[in-house]
C-alpha cells in the first residue's frame, strides 16, 4: 500500500508539472508577440513624425473672379490643394499621418493655388466637375472636417467661381455646354447654312453659261 501510495502522489505531480508547463510556454509566446507588436508601433511611429509637413511660401495665386470663392474653395479644398495645409493633431499619428501626407503631396501635385503659374495649376480646370461630381472633398475627409461640408448653395457658388476662375471643359459640370462656346453639331449647322446659297447657284450658273 505504501508502494502505491507513493506512486499515485508520483504520478500527480509529474501531471501538475506538465500541467504548470504549458501555460508557462504560452506565455513567452504572448510576450515575444506582444513585445513585437509594440516594437512595430513605435517604429510606425516614429516614420509617421518624421513625415515633412512643410508648408512652402505663396508664390502666387490665381484671379480669383471673387473672394468667396477663394473663402469656400479654402474651406473645401485649401488642405490639399494649397500651401496652407493645416496639420492637425491627427496627422502625426499613424497610420492617419501617412494618408494625410499622400494626399496632401498627391493633391498640391494635380493642383496648387499657392503655386499658380509654376504648373500648380495643371489640373485646376477638373475642379468644378470633380465637386459637382462629389468626389471631392473626399467622403472620408469631412467627418474630421466639417467646416469642408458645403450647403447644397455653396456648392454651386463654388462650381460657378471655379469656372470663371479656372475655366473647365467646353461643356460644365452639370453636362450642359458652357455660354459662348460652340460645339461640333453647332458649328455642322452653320456650315450648312452658309452652303445653302452656294447650292442655290450652281444650277443657274450653269444654266446662264448653256444659253
Known amino acids: 500500500m505504501v508502494g502505491g501510495t507513493e506512486r499515485g502522489h508520483a504520478m500527480s505531480n509529474t501531471i501538475t508539472t506538465v500541467r504548470g508547463a504549458k501555460p508557462r510556454w504560452l506565455r513567452r509566446i504572448a510576450l515575444v508577440l506582444g513585445g513585437t507588436f509594440v516594437a512595430f508601433i513605435v517604429v510606425l511611429q516614429g516614420v509617421a513624425l ?4 512643410s508648408n512652402p511660401p505663396v508664390r502666387a495665386e490665381p484671379a480669383w473672379d471673387s473672394p468667396q470663392t477663394r473663402e469656400l474653395f479654402m474651406r473645401a479644398c485649401g488642405d490639399c490643394h494649397s500651401n496652407q495645409t493645416n496639420w492637425r493633431w491627427y ?3 499613424a497610420p492617419a499621418a501617412f494618408l494625410a501626407y499622400r494626399d496632401v503631396t498627391q493633391g498640391r501635385e494635380k493642383c496648387n493655388i499657392s503655386e499658380w503659374g509654376t504648373r500648380g495649376e495643371q489640373k485646376c480646370d ?4 470633380t465637386i459637382q461630381k462629389g468626389t471631392m ?3 472620408f475627409y469631412l467627418p474630421l472636417h466639417p467646416e469642408a461640408r458645403l450647403s447644397p448653395q455653396e456648392k454651386q457658388q463654388l462650381i460657378q467661381g471655379l ?5 473647365g471643359d467646353e461643356e460644365g459640370p452639370s453636362g450642359q455646354e458652357r455660354p459662348g462656346v460652340k460645339n461640333d453639331t453647332d458649328e455642322k449647322e452653320e456650315h450648312k447654312e452658309q452652303n445653302k446659297g452656294k447650292e442655290g447657284l450652281i ?6 453659261r448653256l444659253s
Open 126 to 129: 477638373e475642379s468644378a466637375e
Open 203 to 208: 444650277p443657274s450658273t450653269i444654266a446662264f
Open 163 to 167: 469656372l470663371a476662375t479656372f475655366g
Open 137 to 139: 472633398p473626399p467622403w
Open 91 to 93: 496627422t502625426f499619428v
Open 50 to 53: 518624421a513625415l515633412p509637413r
